[in-house]
């Protein structure tokens, strides 16, 4: 944790020091742009250079997923000259209770 992040959590309430013990937890994030569907025989014919027509539009939002579970939408982006990123655009709500 950076220095700024444990001074902010020290001056903060219970709630954020409780939640200090798992800010080194790793978890996976992952941007899906988009999903396809084929047959095992059409994968096999794929080479080099085709192309795999996604079930998104240009421009639609991406969905963003952390540990598997769908938690924002955003926009991929140009980090620096060969880099990809993803802003958030839209905080997805968990339909799940409890």
Same mark, same amino acid.
């Given at each position: 944790m950076a220095a700024t992040d444990a001074a902010?959590?020290?001056g903060a309430g219970p709630a954020a020091r409780d939640l200090e013990a798992v800010y080194d937890i790793p978890v996976q994030?992952? +941007?899906v742009l988009g999903r396809a569907t084929m047959q095992v025989s059409q994968l096999l014919k794929l080479g080099r250079g +085709?192309?795999?027509e996604l079930d998104?539009?240009?421009?639609e939002a991406v969905?963003?997923?952390?540990?598997?579970?769908l938690v924002a939408?955003?926009?991929v982006?140009?980090?620096d000259d060969n880099r990809l990123g993803v802003t958030m655009t839209e905080?997805?709500?968990s339909d799940r209770s409890g």
């Open positions: 902010a959590v020290r994030v992952s +941007a +085709a192309v795999v998104r539009k240009l421009g969905d963003i997923y952390v540990n598997n579970r939408r955003g926009e982006v140009m980090v905080i997805v709500k």
